[in-house]
C-alpha cells in the first residue's frame, strides 16, 4: 500500500500562481494530478512516470502548469501559473506501479485526499 500526502493549494484570484506538493510513502513507477470541479468527471491534469521521465499534460493546462519531481522519486510537486476561474476543483494526487493508459483515472492504485483550489474572476 502506499500513502499519498498533498500539500498546498487555496484561495487565489486569476492570473496567480500556486504549488502543490504530494509524497508518497514509497517510490512507485508514476506519480500524477487529476482535478474534480462540481458536477464533472475527475480529468487527467499531469503525470510522470520513471519510463521516460517525461511529463504528459492535459490539454486544459498545458503551457501554464508543470510537473515535477524530487531526485528520490516520491514526492511530485504541481506549479500552477496564470491560473483560471475554470481551474477550480479539488486535485488530487494519484501514484501508479502501472497503467496502460496515463489519462484515464481507473489505471491509477493510489490517491492523495484531495485539495481545494479556487480561482476567483
Known amino acids: 500500500q502506499v500513502q499519498l500526502v498533498q500539500s498546498g493549494g487555496g484561495l487565489v484570484q486569476a492570473g496567480d500562481s500556486l504549488r502543490l506538493s504530494c509524497a508518497a510513502s514509497r517510490r512507485t513507477y508514476a506519480m500524477g494530478w487529476f482535478r474534480q470541479a462540481p458536477g464533472k468527471e475527475r480529468e487527467f491534469v499531469s503525470v510522470?512516470?520513471?519510463?521516460?521521465?517525461?511529463?504528459y499534460y492535459g490539454g486544459a493546462v498545458k503551457g501554464r502548469f508543470t510537473i515535477s519531481r524530487d531526485s528520490a522519486g516520491d514526492t511530485v510537486y504541481l506549479q500552477m501559473n496564470s491560473l483560471k476561474p475554470e481551474d477550480t476543483a479539488v486535485y488530487y494526487c494519484a501514484a501508479a506501479y502501472y497503467y496502460r493508459d496515463y489519462r484515464s483515472a481507473g489505471e491509477y492504485q493510489f490517491w492523495g485526499q484531495g485539495t481545494q483550489v479556487t480561482v476567483s474572476s
Open positions: 510522470i512516470n520513471w519510463g521516460d521521465n517525461l511529463p
